[in-house]
């Protein structure tokens, strides 16, 4: 029989070994960059390419198949974030990876423990679409698979243009990863500022680039200070 004591003593036990694995395997995979994970801020420095930026593209992240039931949900959430990027009015939308200072990465989390995806053919096929708002005008998508210049390692679709099907494990989170343009294969590398929450690429508001654009301002207003005291 273990007294309250006891119990307390290890339940704080197995909250620092959760805590101290998930570090662990965070730092071994490089996910540890400045941003946001679960609405808790994490302090980072945004690095100048960032704050320079003036082009961005929105590819749904590479390897990610769509849920059978739902197969444009993915599709949504680029939209969501793209449409959210225009009404900010800080970055010119591109129409592919190799002329993008930046590459955003997004994925609609879900909270089913297993999802049966599909991959390839028309899935992965958005053509050009130009929507225009009061004020700003947004013109996404290109032809054909849309992250195969974004990531050699990640895309799993092949290119034979072939439907395959599979399954994801369930992630809660809404996932945005911020990459540096520029580059071979930007979303190879780690992200430079990323973002986790659950509905945090919902539309009308989405609170990833919310986050992005007050990561942003913080950044700035850090510069200036710092070029201040010189």
Known sequence: ?????????????????VVTLVATAAVAAGWLVAGVEGKKKEKGVLPAAVLNAKTVVVVILPGTGEPVADPSANRRTQENVEKALAKWGRFQL???????????????????PVTPTVSGGPVDTR????????????IGGTQGRPTS???QIGNTSGTDGRVMTGAEAGMEQ?????????V?????????????????????R??????FHKAIDEAEKAAQKKAGKK
């Open 127 to 138: 053509p050009v679409t130009v929507e225009q708002t009061p004020g700003t005008i947004r």
């Open 94 to 112: 591109a129409l592919d990876v190799n002329s993008a200072d930046l590459v955003i990465g997004v994925k609609q989390g879900n909270d089913r």
């Open 149 to 151: 210049d974004a990531s």
């Open 1 to 17: 029989m273990v007294g309250k004591g006891g119990r307390a003593m290890k339940a704080r036990s197995t909250k620092t070994w």
């Open 206 to 211: 989405v609170v990833a680039v919310d986050e």
């Open 174 to 182: 809404d996932v945005f990863n911020v990459y540096l343009g520029g």
């Open 184 to 204: 071979q294969y930007p979303m190879d590398g780690a992200p430079v500022w990323a973002y986790r929450a659950k509905e945090g690429l919902k539309a009308p």
